[in-house]
């Protein structure tokens, strides 16, 4: 038997009820894993609001995307990311088909990448969906070393990757955030500059060369308007969450787009860079498993600071 926590309506948090269920033993091409580390996002709390579809038949509905974990059991011809897998191997596993948020699951092979034995259990956990974001939406953009990137939400767990690696890759970084976490840009070598009304006026002044390109990890229509009147060419502004504003000409990525290699390969970027401390992920709260609710109550207030997990 395995925990989990699963939505029994559509709504906010306080639909997840925690249960006990069975855990499938492997079928073909299938591994189980014993759950170390499960990565909260905010694409979890759509999920169970329904933003990506209500329909009752789907409940009671598992949560979560990705996790963590030591493999228990093989089922035959089970490959993973990097080839065979073995009972004791070490692994993240994203997408999780029937949720992430439990203490044991069985996965399709093929959604697990091994991980580095040296990286702890949260980073591992956290880091494939908002790194794979961050590496689409700079593949995107393309901004080369010398130009100027505008990061919305740099303080956010894309934006905080994506700030890293672009000023890694020595591109001129101005990036928005609240007050208490420009410090923290700044040591990332970002300028940071305050969202809010007067936006576009602050960014000007930081980045009085003009702004080559930009990434919104917000979706507010400041984001997206202060994008389109500073950047020129329209194709080099990417946003990851305005899927409202795609009459503008903007490009829009999600994970369920075509071209998505990047996204399948980013592990082979993430972990070399977190294991040599080139790349830092926050990991700014853990909750027990069944204190998922409250986890995604926090990561819902927009304001958490870095990635939540959840420790089963
Ligand atoms: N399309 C994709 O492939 C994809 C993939 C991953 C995530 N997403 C989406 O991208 C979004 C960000 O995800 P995340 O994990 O980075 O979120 P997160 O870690 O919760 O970060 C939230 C960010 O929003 C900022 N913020 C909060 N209120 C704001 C406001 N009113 N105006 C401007 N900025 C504000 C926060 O800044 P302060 O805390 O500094 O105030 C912080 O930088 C979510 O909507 C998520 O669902 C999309």
Redesign the pocket.
């Known amino acids: 038997m395995a925990t989990k926590v699963v939505a029994t309506a559509f709504g906010g948090p306080e639909v997840l009820s925690v249960v006990e269920v069975d855990v499938p033993a492997p079928g073909p091409g299938e591994v189980t894993v014993d759950v170390k580390a499960v990565g909260v ?3 979890d709390h ?1 999920v169970i609001s329904g933003a990506t579809g209500a329909d009752p038949a789907r409940l009671p509905l598992g949560v979560g995307v990705e996790l963590a974990g030591v493999v228990t059991a093989v089922g035959p011809d089970a490959e993973g990311a990097d080839g065979p897998l073995a009972v004791g191997d070490e692994v993240v596993v994203r997408p999780v088909p029937g949720g992430a948020y439990a203490d044991a699951v069985t996965v399709p092979a093929r959604n697990t990448v091994p991980k580095p034995a040296a990286l702890p259990w949260p980073e591992a956990a956290s880091v494939l ?2 790194g794979a ?1 961050a590496l ?1 939406a700079l593949q995107v953009v393309a901004a080369k070393p010398g130009e100027t990137l505008l990061v ?8 905080q990757l994506a700030v890293q690696l672009a000023t890694r890759a020595g591109v001129t970084v101005v990036a ?3 007050e ?2 420009h410090e923290l840009l700044r040591g990332y070598g970002a300028v940071p500059v305050t ?2 009304p007067g936006l576009a006026d602050r960014v000007r002044a930081a980045a009085p060369e003009g702004v080559d390109a930009a990434i919104d ?4 229509d ?2 997206v308007d202060t994008s389109l009147a500073l950047v020129a060419d329209r194709s080099r502004i990417v946003s ?2 305005a899927f409202g504003r795609a009459d503008t000409g903007i490009t ?4 369920d787009d075509p071209e998505t290699q990047v996204r399948a390969n980013a592990w082979k970027t993430l972990f070399p860079a977190l294991l040599d401390g080139s790349l830092n992920i926050v990991i700014s709260k853990a909750f027990p498993l069944e204190r998922a609710a409250e986890a995604l109550e926090f ?1 819902r207030s ?6 939540v997990v959840l420790l089963p």
């Open positions: 996002n905010p694409f759509k969906s908002v974001t689409h919305h939400g740099g303080s956010g767990s894309v934006g928005t955030a609240g208490r976490n969202y809010g990890t917000i979706g507010t400041e984001a990851i969450a829009l990525i999600s994970g990561v927009g304001h958490a600071g870095g990635k």
